[in-house]
C-alpha cells in the first residue's frame, strides 16, 4: 500500500516521502496514530502543501528538541540502589528507573527514547543517551550509590 508519510520513520524513510507499506501497518499503526496519510489522489494533490506543513513543523519539534537536549545535558541524576561488596546491585536500573527519575526532575521523557546499552547493574557513574528527534540526542549522566544499611 503506498502512504505518504508525515513524519520521519527509522525504517520507512522520511517525512513527505511516498513509500510502500504493509496494509495493516498502515491501517492499524500509521493512520490511526498520525503518522501518515494514503496515498490517494486528494492526498496526492495536495502533497506540496503537506510537504510545507511537516517541513514547518519538524523545524519547531527539532528547535524545541535542541532546547531540550540542553536543558538536559546539565541533568545529573543520583540513584540509590542495593549494592554487594563488590559494587554489584541486587537487581539493575533500567529505562524504565531512568524515565521516572527524570520525571521526578520535570522532564517527561518517554522510556523508549532512552538508549542503554544494557541495564546498569554496578555502581558509579554511567551514561544514558536520550534520542530526543531522529537529529538530536541528549546525554545524562546517572550516578548509582549504594543505599545506607539500616
Excluded: C, W
Excluded at 549494592?83 to 521516572?100: K, M, N, P, W, Y
Excluded at 555502581?123 to 531522529?134: D, E, M, R, S
Amino acid at each position: 500500500m503506498k502512504i505518504i508519510l508525515l513524519e520521519e520513520l527509522d525504517k520507512l524513510g522520511q517525512a513527505g516521502a511516498v513509500v510502500e507499506a504493509a496494509g495493516g501497518y498502515a491501517r492499524n499503526f500509521l493512520f490511526p496514530n498520525g503518522l501518515a496519510l494514503p496515498a490517494t489522489a486528494g492526498n496526492m494533490k495536495n502533497l506540496e502543501q503537506t510537504r510545507a506543513q511537516i517541513a514547518k513543523k519538524q523545524n519547531r519539534l527539532q528547535s524545541e528538541a535542541e532546547a531540550l537536549a540542553k536543558q538536559l545535558g546539565a541533568v545529573q541524576l543520583t540513584m540509590t540502589a542495593r549494592a554487594g561488596e563488590e559494587g554489584r546491585l541486587h537487581g539493575s536500573i533500567t529505562s524504565h528507573d531512568v524515565a521516572a527519575a527524570l520525571a521526578a526532575k520535570g522532564f517527561e521523557i518517554d522510556r523508549r527514547k532512552l538508549h542503554l546499552e544494557e541495564a546498569i547493574k554496578v555502581l558509579g557513574a554511567h551514561t544514558v543517551k536520550i534520542k530526543l528527534n531522529p537529529k538530536v540526542e541528549a546525554t545524562v549522566t546517572v550516578e548509582v550509590v549504594a543505599e545506607p544499611e539500616g
